[in-house]
């Protein structure tokens, strides 16, 4: 008996710094985020008003929260099929036999993704202006031009944006695939091979099967991260021009900082995202379970 508390207490020692973390960083916001959904906070003066569903009540009557919902979702479904669909892609030729000098084009895929996103932001905004690189290029290939820059036309503001993340992401999912692909028993194409399958039925049949788990991480990680897009937003069109490119997260900003009485209401639409997160990555792990 001794020695199974002394296990227990040794164990609870060994665990203590993660339980402390894990209290500290994660259950206590959360719970405090839950208390002041439900509260009318004033910053300035630090004090609150109890007002129970309130907040939740008028997310929904807020008519800048169904269009950052939508934002955010055409958003999100525009760019991780095509972001993951290239990785995909990229990370099999990488992996191919015939592609010699590898590790130069994996680390020149992967520098977007560990450089600094405003650096990169700032560097589009001014490709996007209308005095940028981008027009000038059109005016050369004689296609048409953004009077007003592309980040200032509603149109294209957030079509720009999404390119512009896409093309910031793919290299940290093609490493993320090529390490999967590298797990597949080449053995398997060997034997596909003898029985006359194509290229294609190989890639569908083996390749998408036995990487279905990178594939289903990739897919996850890459739907919570487009949701939460934020920094592109703050740091090239602030949510305009009208509202265009306004987002969730930068509706949780704006309401939570720019406001003296907002607080409430953004830790409300925090935990709504937070919701619908929870809700898509549920979706999605049902869908692309593969174990059937």
């Known amino acids: 008996m001794n020695n199974r508390i002394r296990k227990n207490t040794n164990t609870l020692i060994l665990l203590l710094p993660w339980l402390i973390t894990l ?21 300035l003066t630090n004090s609150f008003q109890f007002i129970g569903f309130e907040n939740y009540f008028n997310i929904f009557k807020d008519d800048i929260f169904w269009k950052a919902l939508f934002n955010t979702s055409f958003f999100t479904f525009g760019t991780v099929p095509i972001t993951t669909l290239s990785a995909l892609i990229l990370a099999s030729i990488l992996n191919s036999k015939f592609v010699k000098h590898k590790e130069i084009f994996r680390a020149s895929y992967f520098l977007p993704s560990v450089s600094s996103l405003v650096v990169i932001s700032l560097i589009f ?60 028993p080449q053995d398997l194409y060997d034997a596909a091979k003898l029985n006359g399958a194509s290229s294609y039925q190989q890639f569908v049949r083996i390749t998408i099967h036995l990487i279905k ?80």
């Open 125 to 184: 905004t001014n490709l996007y202006a209308k005095d940028g690189y981008v027009n000038a290029l059109f005016a050369m290939l004689g296609l048409p031009q953004s009077e007003l820059g592309f980040l200032q036309n509603p149109s294209s503001s957030l079509i720009a944006i999404m390119l512009m993340d896409i093309w910031i992401s793919i290299g940290y999912y093609v490493v993320l695939f090529l390490a999967g692909l590298q797990t597949v």
């Open 23 to 43: 209290t500290v960083f994660w259950i206590y916001p959360l719970g405090f985020a839950i208390f002041m959904s439900l509260t009318k906070y004033q910053t």
């Open 213 to 292: 788990p990178t594939l289903l991480f990739v897919i996850v990680i890459n739907t919570i991260k487009s949701f939460q897009i934020f920094v592109e937003i703050y740091v090239m069109t602030k949510g305009g021009p009208l509202n265009s490119t306004m987002t969730l997260v930068y509706q949780v900003y704006v309401n939570a900082f720019e406001k003296t009485d907002g607080m409430g209401y953004a830790s409300a639409l925090a935990l709504l995202i937070f919701l619908i997160l929870i809700a898509f990555s549920l979706i999605q792990i049902k869908l692309l379970r593969w174990n059937k």
